[in-house]
T-cell receptor, first 114, second 118 residues
Framework: AQKITQTQPGMFVQEKEAVTLDCTYD???????LFWYKQPSSGEMIFLIY??????QNATEGRYSLNFQKARKSANLVISASQLGDSAMYFC???????????FGTGTRLKVLA | SAVISQKPSRDICQRGTSLTIQCQVD?????MFWYRQQPGQSLTLIAT?????????ESGFVIDKFPISRPNLTFSTLTVSNMSPEDSSIYLC???????????????FGAGTRLSVL
């Protein structure tokens, strides 16, 4: 069965520093997508970055990059040059090809310190 | 991407009443999804709303408690019926881009409805 694990319930990072949020997943399907979302205190879910299981390169979107290690089944989010506005909950999610259903992890609360 | 308007953004309701949440998308989409996020928890899928057919509910969610309408390709509603304090959650609608054969099927979310039941 599909499973997403985020082992860091909370993280602190100094402003302008980089931070890595961990995500491991479990699936027996060779075709899947991995996603990261940001949820500020307002409650909306903001899509950040996507990685396909067959993508050869790690995904990047601005200050966000995804460290995809397929053999280890990990998809860690790296935020470079952290900003105060990055303080939020971050959720990792997975979807297997052939379904619409997302499986979400439990989230990591990131606090950026001035 | 899709722009999703969800309302109300928040509400405080009395036990035993019902609340209908609306979700409007700026483009036609095949699939719309409704999620519940209980306090401090992750997102749980309630149901998938297909236009022109009955919604498909996940295990633990039933139509009598969470009736869903999907009258057209840009609009859906979720009703939380006969509410109790345990229904206090954030309810989010989302839409998917692409079909199930497209690995890059990104779900975009509305801003959520923060519901408190007294």
């Amino acid at each position: 069965a599909q499973k997403i694990t985020q082992t860091q319930p909370g993280m602190f990072v100094q402003e302008k520093e980089a931070v890595t949020l961990d995500c491991t997943y479990d699936t027996s399907d060779p075709s899947y997508g991995l996603f990261w979302y940001k949820q500020p205190s307002s409650g909306e879910m903001i899509f950040l970055i996507y990685q396909g299981s067959y993508d050869q390169q790690n995904a990047t979107e601005g200050r966000y990059s995804l460290n995809f290690q397929k053999a280890r089944k990990s998809a860690n989010l790296v935020i470079s040059a952290s900003q105060l506005g990055d303080s939020a909950m971050y959720f990792c999610a997975m979807r297997e090809l052939g379904t619409y259903k997302y499986i979400f992890g439990t989230g990591t609360r990131l606090k950026v310190l001035a | 991407s899709a722009v999703i308007s969800q309302k109300p953004s928040r509400d405080i309701c009395q036990r035993g009443t019902s609340l209908t949440i609306q979700c409007q998308v700026d483009s036609q989409v095949t699939m719309m999804f409704w999620y519940r996020q209980q306090p401090g928890q992750s997102l749980t899928l309630i149901a998938t709303a297909n236009q022109g057919s009955e919604a498909t509910y996940e295990s633990g969610f039933v139509i009598d408690k969470f009736p869903i309408s999907r009258p057209n390709l840009t609009f859906s509603t979720l009703t939380v019926s006969n509410m109790s304090p345990e229904d206090s959650s954030i309810y989010l609608c989302s839409v998917g881009t692409g079909g199930t054969s497209n690995a890059k099927n990104i779900q975009y979310f509305g801003a959520g409805t923060r519901l408190s039941v007294l």
